[in-house]
T-cell receptor
Framework: DTGVSQDPRHKITKRGQNVTFRCDPI?????LYWYRQTLGQGPEFLTY????????KSRLLSDRFSAERPKGSFSTLEIQRTEQGDSAMYLC????????????????FGPGTRLTVT | AQKITQTQPGMFVQEKEAVTLDCTYD???????LFWYKQPSSGEMIFLIY??????QNATEGRYSLNFQKARKSANLVISASQLGDSAMYFC?????????????????FGQGTILTVHP
């Protein structure tokens, strides 16, 4: 399977605990995105990476959230001191962008990590 | 203001018939892209079709076509010959093209989605 993978698929945690999610993009893709989706809503952008550089962060990404992509391959999203409002599906996507052009290919999404904070 | 508006919370269609899912967008950027994704109950987002703002012709991908009306800022998805497996949530999304060092931003802004139910 050469698609985007995410781990774990489901996570239940108690309020105040830290959680970390992992995303493995399609191998040749240089862009990696994180989105959050709550029930009945469309995904909302959190942050994205071009190779290992984090180029943009949404204001939705509070100080409790941190994302890394250390070698430009897989990425991790950590949430510290989780709150019930963090309960959502966390989606990772990857794409290939061509530098110097406006061409940005479609984003391919992983299956998501569903977080439940009790 | 909403950048992507999908006004149909739910749509119903008979199997083998065509259905149109509405999407309007708002941007002042001359360079943008419009996407449609399908999200079945399993949760994975599946890319369906893409339309660039400078594309002269409407995009088509198999049974999917995008009715792009630039002046009206609409990008409706048309599914022909509906199948039971088309029952899912459908999202319209927009990428606005801004440049930083020659590389466009790629983040997508999504609408709230339309639930499509295909009846046998």
């Amino acid at each position: 399977d050469t698609g985007v993978s995410q781990d774990p698929r489901h996570k239940i945690t108690k309020r105040g605990q830290n959680v970390t999610f992992r995303c493995d993009p399609i191998s040749e893709h240089n862009r990696l995105y994180w989105y959050r989706q709550t029930l009945g809503q469309g995904p909302e952008f959190l942050t994205y990476f071009q190779n290992e550089a984090q180029l943009e962060k949404s204001r939705l990404l509070s100080d409790r959230f941190s994302a890394e992509r250390p070698k430009g391959s897989f990425s991790t999203l950590e949430i510290q001191r989780t709150e019930q409002g963090d309960s959502a599906m966390y989606l990772c996507a990857s794409s290939q962008a061509i530098k110097g052009t406006s061409v940005t290919y479609e984003q391919y999404f992983g299956p998501g990590t569903r977080l439940t904070v009790t | 203001a909403q950048k992507i508006t999908q006004t149909q919370p739910g749509m119903f269609v008979q199997e083998k018939e065509a259905v149109t899912l509405d999407c309007t967008y708002d941007t002042s950027d001359p360079s943008y892209g419009l996407f449609w994704y399908k999200q079945p109950s399993s949760g994975e987002m599946i890319f369906l079709i893409y339309q660039g703002s400078y594309d002269q012709q409407n995009a088509t991908e198999g049974r999917y076509s995008l009715n792009f009306q630039k002046a009206r800022k609409s990008a409706n998805l048309v599914i022909s010959a509906s199948q039971l497996g088309d029952s899912a949530m459908y999202f319209c999304a927009m990428r606005e093209g801004r440049f930083d060092g020659g590389t466009s931003y790629g983040k997508l802004t999504f609408g709230q989605g339309t639930i499509l139910t295909v009846h046998p």
